[in-house]
């Protein structure tokens, strides 16, 4: 059956002899895109966006592109860019073999980050320093491709190479960031979560927690809701009120020494607050509840 996603094969022999490393400009090559933008490689591309803004997908991953934005795509990988609205940028494409041959390691290009089976995107923003580091590195490889002879074919490799490793270096250090920051919020959560428990009866704000953790009430909101879906505001009136159906259920407190050592202002206040969790009065609960 044949496949209905177009798929596009490397031009190896565009400059009349075999060269398996290319740089061309998105405005040329997306009129071939025209009549169907999803389309499949059967070669290394890495996309560098310099004009425009549109969404650029790869294997259902999409992201809202800008300049400054790279996308690596392995061999067979499905691509979907915005070709009305991303109007300029680089692509840099090449075989794997010309590089492998050469560094005589088959898996060279597979254990490069951001071609690695676990990567965990598909794209990265470049800052401004790499950005026009690579812009130049582009420039150079086309300059290279224009005076080729077969003789220069190390010269190209060695830019290749350089490009390659600076997009690693700055794609695990990304990487790092994220799993760094993930750590530290999984700590925190753990350390709320904790404090919590132990100071529920007294202390209701988001801030006390925040202060303690010492971090920001917005960040903390941030990583309870993440992990936990309701806000860390939220999370506490939970854990209080949760204690409150304890205290009614499982003692014989009067309702106001219950508001009284849940630290609530006033008893009144404690009703509305119960009746908005629960669905009914405490005095309700407890004789729906009473073992």
Known sequence: MKNSIPQYTFYKNKYGTELLVDVVELKYTKRFLTASPVHTLTY??????????GDFSIDNQTTASVPGDV?????????????????????LIFEDEF????????????HLSYFNMERTSSGLHLPDELYHRMLQLLREIKTEIGLFKQNDIHVLRALLYEALMLLDRAYRNEASVEDTG????????????????????????????????CITPNYLNEIVSAAMKVSAKQYIQNKVMDEAKRLLVYTDLPVSDIAFELHFSTVSYFIRCFRRFAGSTPLLYRKMNKP
């Open 44 to 53: 290394y591309d890495i996309t560098f966006i310099t004009e425009g803004e």
């Open 71 to 91: 996308f690596f795509s392995k061999p067979g990988e499905i691509r979907c860019w915005d070709v009305n609205h991303i109007t300029n940028g680089y692509a």
């Open 99 to 110: 590089l492998s041959s050469f560094f005589k390691d088959p898996l060279f290009v597979q």
């Open 182 to 213: 993930k750590e530290i919020g999984k700590l925190h959560l753990s350390k709320f979560i904790r404090l919590v428990a132990t100071h529920l009866k007294e202390q209701h704000s988001v801030q006390y927690y925040a202060d303690r953790l």
